[in-house]
């Protein structure tokens, strides 16, 4: 005999979830590759749904526009993953800020920058190099933006250690790693003039050795 009442089974959302994760990593692949291949101003939202096979409103719903896009593959170049970890709290950052040896973690940084520069930098030119649009312009200013807050969490942890050489403050050692970590000097450097990674990771690392620890 039937069973009159009906159970209420836990609702499973798991798959859900991850076929939502696959979606927007295929929409953040096709993003780079279509910015990348065809710039800002030519890329359109309908070209990057078509290279994902999603719809338009797909993406409007995920990142609101073009610019919206362009910052979310940023985003993902920046720390690898889609994951919501903020970058103060990856494993790397927090290895350093444990590091005593103030040496070793700007060797350690920069060898890091460089590895990951291939990755980052061609999506920091092309934000940079968008045009006029008010949209791009506005993302421009916000990846600049962070780039200092960033270095300046990176200088405030050398000052308050006590690493700095005699007579810098965190604000101008903020502004020195901010300068030398410029997304100008990797295109100057490694794709102007060919200098390997690995090369250009050492001399960072020597520059801000130099520049900016007591020794």
């Known amino acids: 005999m039937p069973d009159p009442v009906k159970r209420n089974r836990p609702y499973d959302s798991s798959r859900r979830q991850e076929q939502a994760r696959r979606t927007r990593a295929a929409i953040l692949a096709a993003a780079r590759r279509t910015f990348l291949a065809k710039g800002y101003t030519a890329t359109t939202i309908a070209s990057v749904a078509s290279a994902a096979e999603v719809s338009v409103d ?4 995920q990142f609101r526009g073009k610019a919206g896009l362009l910052k979310a593959v940023y985003d993902v170049a920046i720390v690898g993953d889609d ?6 709290e990856r494993e790397d950052v927090r290895r350093w800020s444990a590091d005593p040896d103030p040496v070793r973690v700007i060797r350690e940084y920069c060898a ?3 590895v990951t520069a291939p990755r980052v930098m061609p999506m920091v030119l092309l934000v940079g190099s968008a045009g006029v649009d008010p949209e791009a312009q506005q ?3 916000g990846i600049r933006t962070e780039r200092l807050g960033g270095m300046a969490l990176f200088a405030a942890d050398l000052h308050r250690r006590g690493l700095l050489r005699p007579g810098m403050g965190a604000d101008e050692a903020r502004d020195v790693l901010w300068v030398f970590t410029a997304p100008e000097l990797y295109e100057m450097l490694v794709l ?5 990674l690995d090369r250009y990771g050492d001399f960072l690392a020597e520059a801000l050795i130099a520049a900016l620890l007591a020794r």
């Open 83 to 88: 994951e919501p970890v903020p970058f103060i």
């Open 192 to 196: 102007a003039r060919g200098w390997s």
């Open 139 to 141: 993302v421009w200013a």
């Open 112 to 114: 890091l920058f460089a």
């Open 58 to 61: 797909t993406i409007y719903k």
